[in-house]
């Protein structure tokens, strides 16, 4: 695979994530405000709806490794998304529980580290990336 097609590849990536990311803090500020869910447990769900999304247009617009089947495939990516869905409930339940600082911080600081970890996992055994 070329130069060329990998920065494509990457760019469809990060846009694809970027809507995953606007779906996934929705859900989350609509969970944290109107539903009060903990911060924890409204991260953890709203990163699986953001999940489902990254699913559908993942596999549609990047092209997936050929060293694996289509099983394998979903079977790879829920569980990076389950990975994800750790991170992101162990970050913010810490950044809540002892340091006391906003839930968005907290999100967004799940949001940078969970990102930068599942796209080096996706990019090493799922996708051309």
Same mark, same amino acid.
């Not at 869910?37 to 709203?46: D, T, V, W």
């Given at each position: 695979?070329?130069?060329?097609? &990998?920065? /494509?590849?990457?760019?469809?990536?990060? *846009?694809?994530?970027?809507? +995953?990311?606007? $779906?996934?803090?929705?859900?989350?500020?609509?969970?944290?405000?109107? #539903?009060?869910?903990?911060?924890? =447990?409204?991260?953890? @769900?709203?990163?699986? $709806?953001? @999940? *489902?999304?990254?699913?559908? !247009?993942?596999?549609?617009?990047?092209?997936?490794? /050929?060293? =694996?089947? /289509?099983?394998?495939? &979903?079977? !790879?990516? !829920?569980?990076?998304?389950?990975? +994800?869905?750790?991170?992101?409930? *162990?970050?913010?339940? !810490?950044?809540?529980?002892?340091?006391?600082?906003?839930?968005?911080?907290? /999100?967004?600081?799940? *949001?940078?580290?969970?990102? #930068?970890?599942?796209?080096? $996992?996706?990019?090493? $055994?799922?996708?051309?990336?």
């Amino acid at each position: 695979m070329n130069e060329t097609m &990998i920065t /494509k590849n990457f760019q469809n990536y990060f *846009i694809i994530s970027l809507f +995953g990311l606007i $779906v996934d803090f929705s859900f989350y500020g609509f969970m944290v405000n109107f #539903i009060e869910l903990r911060p924890e =447990h409204a991260g953890a @769900l709203s990163y699986i $709806v953001g @999940l *489902i999304l990254l699913y559908c !247009l993942m596999t549609k617009y990047l092209p997936a490794k /050929k060293n =694996h089947s /289509k099983f394998q495939g &979903i079977t !790879l990516f !829920l569980l990076s998304g389950l990975f +994800g869905i750790f991170i992101t409930y *162990i970050i913010i339940f !810490l950044i809540m529980r002892f340091n006391y600082l906003d839930y968005i911080f907290a /999100k967004v600081s799940a *949001i940078v580290i969970s990102f #930068i970890t599942i796209y080096l $996992v996706r990019k090493k $055994v799922l996708f051309e990336i």
